[in-house]
């Protein structure tokens, strides 16, 4: 994210010479304004939109300057710098050459995302920058939008604008004499000091309106602020042709739109005196979820409140340096050259998310009622937490148990810890040795919870160990996934495994290997073209039960070859 100063071969403590000719300019910072899809930056003379892969026109010509509103490619900017979104779909954008003025960028309703608050925050963000000359040169891929329409929003700012953000609406700070919602005079040139009023900022009673799009615009001068009150006023349709200015309309009529001078005021020492700036030409300032204003004045960093109130946090910064962000984690991203992060715990200004029917129910809807198994399994899943009184080794893993659980649960860890039956039932740790780690904290989970979601290629791991620790129900659900993914590809495999299982570890396995048996000889001829070598296997490794599928399934051909013959 760069400096704001458009013409940066320009001396930093003057704005741009307007008789200077200008070139195309680089690529400014982007935005994504809360109810416009895409990206959206400035690229020469021109407002472009990153949606996807493609680059689109949105108003202007990358070479071609000019001061003329109209719709998209027919609109005229000379300088164009600091875009921010206003909130309620439109952009701003500071247009410099002779006068200063704001041109507004209307977008077309199609390209707002549906359901996003209109109170959602705006403002620069930074993020990647498109080179100079790059959207000329992809000729075609960038394609012209007709339908946004440019108007000339404000004439005449009172002074070279730099930067620009959007504060939300939100609580008046009651303190200093120029609140954001303070009232305040117009002064001319389409300025005013103090406040706004009601009708120009959406207020009453000095304070911010709670509408979904109150608030301001901030912008950066060289030596403070200026903010401009939100809601902006409708849009009006491009006259065709220059009309001479309108008599002002009798009673009644809204004030004309003004940028108002936010007052600064002391926060340490002195307080109450006016807080000159030095130099804040060619900055950018960052915006915090309170509404405080971040920026670096010569080598400080100075804090302006909501209002006006300056406080100096750093000193010794870089001179000319851009505060850019504050980041999600509350440090606060600036530099010049170099990436400076602040820890400041600051809170960051986030966009507000689309609010659908469903988030809007599960809001208002209570908490899920609480369970033993669920606060059991937040307790396992917290460790280590200080509460474990008991480490179990596996391999090169180590488990935060809890003794009173497992003693409870299992009737292996209840004789282990439980007395003085072993050497090392009060010991702080414990190990397991020959044991699957993967299946350890998988029956770990099931002694906390009751449930365990098995994968079948942990299913036989988990088994084994189940039957080792004494637990004949977690036994029963691990043998039940073997059974439920055997294939005419996988049968003998598991047939030897749980025919080994049996002879080994005894007949909680037998279930399952008459189970085995039973699919093998219905689905014999599958195996006999599938299985290939691996009933070769069978032959060598149990050559018994190779002949008692043999058996079955000869009996079994039988019998189905007679219940054919009776229903002929």
Not at 406 to 426: H, P
Not at 440 to 451: D, E, S
Not at 460 to 479: I, T
Request: aromatic share 4%; charged share 20%; glycine share 12%.
């Amino acid at each position: 994210m760069g400096r704001a100063d458009p013409t940066p071969s320009a001396p930093a403590s003057l704005p741009p010479d307007p008789s200077a000719p200008q070139a195309p300019q680089p690529p400014r910072p982007e935005l994504r304004p809360p109810q416009a899809a895409g990206l959206y930056f400035v690229c020469g003379h021109a407002v472009l939109k990153l949606l996807g892969d493609e680059v689109e026109l949105v108003a202007g010509s990358i070479q071609e300057e000019g001061e003329a509103d109209g719709e998209g490619p027919a609109a005229r900017f000379h300088l164009p710098h600091a875009l921010v979104s206003d909130g309620a779909g439109s952009l701003l954008v500071v247009d410099e050459r002779g006068s200063k003025r704001i041109r507004r960028l209307q977008l077309p309703a199609s390209w707002r995302c549906a359901g996003i608050a209109a109170a959602a925050t705006g403002g620069t963000a930074a993020g990647s920058r498109m080179p100079a000359g790059t959207a000329a040169a992809a000729g075609g891929a960038v394609a012209a939008a007709s339908a946004v329409t440019v108007t000339t929003l404000l004439t005449d700012a009172p002074d070279y604008l730099y930067s620009a953000s959007r504060v939300p609406s939100q609580p008046q700070e009651q303190q200093g004499p120029a609140a954001w919602g303070g009232q305040g005079k117009s002064n001319g040139n389409n300025t005013s000091s103090g406040g706004g009023s009601s009708e120009g900022g959406g207020m009453s009673g000095g304070g911010m309106s709670g509408g979904a799009v109150g608030g301001w615009m901030v912008y950066t001068v060289h030596d403070g602020f200026y903010r401009l009150p939100l809601p902006l006023p409708p849009p009006q349709p491009v006259p065709p042709a220059p009309a001479p200015a309108a008599a002002a309309a009798p009673g009644g009529a809204a004030p004309p739109l003004a940028l108002q001078r936010l007052e600064l005021t002391d926060a340490g020492p002195g307080a109450g005196a006016e807080v000159p700036f030095r130099n804040l030409r060619g900055f950018e300032h960052a915006m915090d979820a309170e509404g405080s204003i971040y920026i670096v004045d010569s080598d400080r960093l100075c804090r302006v409140s909501i209002g006006g109130r300056v406080e100096t946090l750093v000193t010794g910064l870089p001179e000319r340096a851009s505060c850019y962000a504050v980041l999600p984690n509350g440090f606060l991203a600036l530099g010049e050259g170099s990436l400076i992060l602040l820890d400041l715990g600051l809170q960051p200004l986030l966009p507000q998310m689309p609010v659908t029917a469903a988030a809007a129910a599960a809001v208002a809807a209570p908490p899920p009622p609480r369970s033993l198994p669920a606060d059991l399994g937040a307790l396992l899943d917290a460790q280590p937490d200080g509460t474990a009184d008991l480490t179990v080794r596996v391999g090169e893993r180590r488990f935060h148990c809890h003794r009173g659980i497992l003693s409870a649960r299992c009737d292996y860890f209840r004789q282990r810890l439980v007395g003085d039956g072993f050497a090392d039932a009060r010991a702080a740790e414990l190990e397991l040795p020959d044991t699957d780690a993967d299946a350890f904290a998988l029956l770990l989970r099931w002694l906390y919870t009751g449930t365990a979601t098995i994968a079948v290629d942990q299913a036989c791991g988990v088994a084994e160990l189940a039957d080792r620790l004494l637990l004949p129900e977690l036994l029963g659900v691990a043998l039940a996934v073997v059974a439920e993914s055997v294939s005419a590809a996988t049968v003998i495999d598991k047939l030897l495994w749980a025919a080994g299982c049996c002879e080994t570890r005894g007949e909680g396995f037998g279930g399952l290997l008459a189970q085995l048996k039973a699919w093998y000889v219905q689905h014999h001829e599958q195996v006999a073209a599938e299985a290939g070598a691996g009933r070769k296997r069978l032959v060598s490794e149990a050559p018994e039960l190779m002949i008692e599928l043999m058996d079955a399934v000869a009996v079994w051909c039988t019998d189905a070859g007679a219940k054919r013959a009776r229903r002929s």
